[in-house]
């Protein structure tokens, strides 16, 4: 599958890395192709092809959304073409000061960036556990794989979500449409929280038990 990341710093490098690995083609969407975040992502795998930013989005048919929220409405825009019935997997977490949510909890990020690019079928995923998981998500001896939530509005765009957690070593729970966003973002925000100020590990991640 062609896979283009805009973004690839804590979360998107290692989502793009792995993605290669498993033997996709996957593209750094850049505004630099010599840019230090390019550099970076391509020590880590040569495989990494940088190219400019909506040409890389025109030849995906998966795009990675990793940047920070607050950049959303500078960089999807001009993009919103290009973006058109591609499957958006927006990564992205709209956090405010003292870690509350970033839209004062009555839109999700997901729903603002969704109104950016009516044209793009956008699934929230890769935005409830810190980056450490997405570098490392193997959890051995729980018997159990830990669970990526995700949501949409969008079938079959979840449904290529889905596959792609899957292969990622994630158990896909399919928590709903893009509405559901709002709830995934206070996840984030209770697992910050936990984590970064209360202590936990940030090996921690959920897993979802049924019967
Ligand atoms: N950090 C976490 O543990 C974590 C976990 C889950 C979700 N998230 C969410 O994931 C997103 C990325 O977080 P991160 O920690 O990976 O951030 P990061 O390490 O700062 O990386 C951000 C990436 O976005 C790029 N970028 C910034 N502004 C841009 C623009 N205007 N146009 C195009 N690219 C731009 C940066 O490129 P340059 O370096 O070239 O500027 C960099 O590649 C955030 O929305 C965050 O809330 C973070």
Same mark, same amino acid.
């Given at each position: 599958?062609?896979?283009?990341?805009?973004?690839?710093?804590?979360?998107?490098?290692?989502?793009a890395d792995?993605?290669?690995?498993?033997?996709?083609?996957v593209t750094l969407a850049a505004r630099d192709v010599n840019s230090e975040a390019v550099r970076m992502a391509q020590a880590r795998n040569p495989a990494l092809k940088a190219v400019p930013l909506e040409q890389a989005v025109r030849e995906a048919e998966v795009v990675f959304l990793a940047t920070p929220f607050m950049a959303n409405a500078q960089v999807v825009p001009p993009? =919103?073409? *290009?973006? +058109?019935?591609?499957?958006?997997?927006?990564c992205t977490n709209p956090v405010g000061p003292g870690l509350t949510h970033g839209l004062n909890n009555v839109q999700s990020g997901s729903q603002a960036l969704q109104a950016l690019v009516p044209q793009a079928r956008v699934v929230k995923a890769f935005t409830i556990y810190g980056f450490?998981?997405?570098?490392?998500?193997?959890?051995?001896?729980?018997?159990?794989?830990?669970?990526?939530?995700?949501?949409?509005?969008? =079938?079959? *765009?979840? +449904?290529?979500a889905a596959g792609l957690?899957?292969?990622?070593?994630?158990?896909?729970?399919?928590?709903?449409g893009l509405e559901q966003a709002l709830h995934l973002e206070h996840m984030t925000?209770?697992?910050?929280?936990m984590v970064r100020v209360k202590g936990h590990s940030p090996h921690l991640v959920w897993a979802a038990l049924t019967r």
């Open positions: 599958m062609n896979i283009t990341f805009i973004g690839y710093g804590n979360v998107g490098a290692p989502l792995h993605l290669q690995r498993l033997g996709h083609s993009l =919103a073409e *290009a973006l +058109a019935g591609k499957v958006l997997i927006d450490e998981n997405f570098e490392n998500n193997a959890y051995p001896g729980y018997g159990v794989k830990p669970a990526m939530f995700f949501c949409g509005n969008d =079938a079959a *765009a979840k +449904a290529t957690i899957g292969q990622l070593g994630w158990e896909p729970l399919d928590v709903g925000l209770l697992w910050v929280r």
